[in-house]
C-alpha cells in the first residue's frame, strides 16, 4: 500500500520502477550456479539501471524481512557484480508496519547491507508509517493527509540527494 502510494506521489520529473521479488526463489547456491534465475536476472538489471533505490520494506520481529534480504542476497552474486549493482549508488528505506513503531527497526537493520554492497544511505528524512490499518482504507488507498505530506517531502528530500549522488 505504501509503495502505491509512493509511485502516485512520485514527481512530475521522477520515474518510479516498480522491481518484484514474487519469482524470486529462496536462495541456493547450487541453482545460482547453474545459470541465471530469469526474475533476479531482471531484478539486478532494474537496479543496475536505476540512479538509485528505494526500498519499501516493513518490518518483521523487530528486523528485515527475510524474503526482502533474499532478493538482495540473490541480486547481490556473483559479488563482483556488486560493483556494478550497487557501488555508489542512492540509496532510501522506507516502510509501513501495522505496529505503533513504525519500521524503525527494521530500517537500522539495512544500514549494515547497505555499507556492504557500497550504497550510499539517505539519512536526511525519515518514512515510517506506523499503524497502517489507521492509515490505509480497506482498498489500500492512502486516506491520512499528514502521511500523504510525510511521503511528499520524503520523496521530494529523496529526488534531490538521487540527483546529487548519481553515478
Known amino acids: 500500500m505504501l509503495l502505491r502510494a509512493v509511485v ?8 518510479i520502477t516498480v522491481g518484484s521479488i514474487a519469482e524470486i526463489p529462496l536462495y541456493n547456491a547450487d541453482v545460482d550456479a547453474a545459470g541465471p534465475v530469469a526474475a533476479v536476472r531482471e531484478l539486478k538489471e532494474q537496479i543496475a ?3 538509485g533505490v528505494l526500498l519499501v520494506s516493513p518490518e518483521y520481529n523487530h528486523s528485515v524481512p ?17 560493483p556494478r549493482v550497487f557501488g555508489d549508488r542512492p540509496v532510501g528505506v522506507i516502510g509501513a ?11 537500522v537493520a539495512w544500514l549494515p547491507v547497505f555499507r556492504g554492497l557500497g550504497m550510499v544511505p539517505f539519512s536526511s528524512a525519515k518514512l515510517l508509517v506506523a499503524n497502517a490499518a489507521t492509515v490505509f ?4 488507498a492512502l486516506q491520512d493527509a499528514a502521511v500523504r505530506t510525510q511521503i511528499d517531502q520524503y520523496l521530494a528530500g ?3 540527494f538521487v540527483a546529487r549522488n548519481r553515478r
Open 97 to 107: 508496519t501495522s505496529g505503533a513503531g513504525g519500521t524503525t527497526l527494521a530500517q
Open 137 to 140: 482504507d480497506e482498498h489500500g
Open 66 to 82: 527475510g524474503v526482502l534480504k533474499n532478493a538482495i542476497d540473490w541480486v547481490s552474486r556473483p559479488v563482483t557484480d556488486i
Open 158 to 160: 529523496f529526488v534531490r
Open 49 to 51: 539501471a536505476s540512479d
Open 8 to 15: 502516485a506521489a512520485a514527481p512530475a520529473d521522477t520515474t
